[in-house]
């Protein structure tokens, strides 16, 4: 028993002096006032990093993540000081924006709107962040940018875009990579079912009818596709954007789907098509070849960017990045030049 007593208390004693080391500090930040970056903070830091790269980071690399977060207390603290903010608004316009985006893409693979809750777990596959975690992350990003501007506006204004000679170099260095793939756009009829046998076999009988009804016939399929928003209606319907005949597109919709879909020609229909989440019909709208691109033409289907202008963006978000770089190097060594911050690298030490 005393045995026993003893081995529980040693173990409380090294949880207790675990958790202490845990909340020393890894580094201090003190422009306007000290604030500590705590041994776990850089734990589960560097833990998310080493997750991401797939393998452990070494002192000298944990040393460098140390620096990036110093530099960002540095800068949110200067931000602070000179009262530059991220509205609530303005994290809701971006996070909005960012929905947009994946809803789109969500759709066009399952044929209906994302939950919140799917949209939250593709944030947390991407960034490695839960969506609150990923909210606070975006204020913080968005005080930074603010204040580089507010300090550094001058040399960040020096962008100058690429001339018409600079595109057309450009072009005629990576011509034989602009192909645009083989390309349907597509409508689709999608008849979900939950994970139970009953739900999967109500799907199936309605999916069987919608197929005998429609019997190949364009005019059906339209028919029954506009039924789709009546209430009850068991399916979803609508324009599901192009689908390019690539690798990456057929490892996220199916090898199946793929041979069904690149077996019509425009006016066809398909015949039925069972994917993870849903039976599926599909009518094919238009079918553009394969072809290599020139200057005037759009760079990828449903949009207006033509490849000069992507070129040109390109050319452009380069540069600017360059110039971001100078002037972030700039202003975090003008931050750092006083005794602004202390690490102690004998508590990072695991």
Request: proline share 3%; aromatic share 8%.
């Amino acid at each position: 028993m005393k045995r026993f007593i003893f081995a529980i208390l040693a173990l409380f004693t090294a949880v207790c002096v675990y958790s202490q080391a845990d909340l020393q500090p890894a580094a201090t930040v003190n422009l306007i006032r000290t604030e500590a970056i705590t041994v776990r903070q850089l734990r589960t830091e560097v833990t998310r990093m080493e997750q991401s790269a797939g393998r452990v980071l070494t002192q000298a690399e944990r040393l460098q993540v140390l620096d990036v977060m110093i530099n960002e207390r540095l800068i949110l603290q200067a931000a602070e000081r000179d009262r530059i903010i991220v509205t609530d608004n303005e994290i809701n316009q971006q996070l909005t924006q960012l929905r947009t985006a994946f809803s789109q893409q969500f759709t066009q693979q399952f044929g209906r709107q994302p939950t919140d809750a799917e949209f939250a777990d593709a944030i947390l596959r991407e960034t490695g962040l839960t969506l609150e975690a990923y909210r606070e992350q975006v204020r913080r990003t968005g005080i930074a940018q603010k204040y580089l501007f507010h300090k550094k506006g001058d040399l960040l204004n020096t962008l100058r875009p690429p001339t018409e000679e600079e595109i057309l170099a450009e072009y005629n260095l990576s011509r034989t990579s602009l192909i645009r793939p083989e390309t349907i756009r597509f409508t689709l009829i999608q008849i979900p079912y939950g994970p139970d046998a009953a739900s999967r076999q109500r799907a199936r009988t309605l999916a069987d009818n919608l197929v005998r009804e429609i019997n190949n016939d364009a005019t059906k399929f339209d028919e029954v596709a506009a039924r789709s928003v009546a209430p009850n209606s068991g399916y979803q319907a609508g324009d599901a954007g192009y689908l390019p005949r690539t690798q990456d597109v057929r490892n996220a919709v199916g090898q199946v789907f793929m041979d069904a879909a690149f077996g019509l020609r425009q006016g066809q229909v398909s015949r039925l098509i069972e994917g993870p989440l849903g039976f599926q019909i599909i009518k094919v709208t238009e079918n553009y070849a394969q072809r290599n691109l020139e200057l005037n033409d759009i760079i990828q289907l449903g949009t207006r960017i033509t490849v000069r202008e992507y070129i040109g963006q390109a050319m452009l978000n380069h540069r600017q990045q360059l110039i971001v770089a100078r002037a972030t190097q700039e202003l975090i060594a003008e931050l750092r030049s006083s005794r602004t911050f202390t690490i102690f690298e004998n508590n990072i030490r695991w």
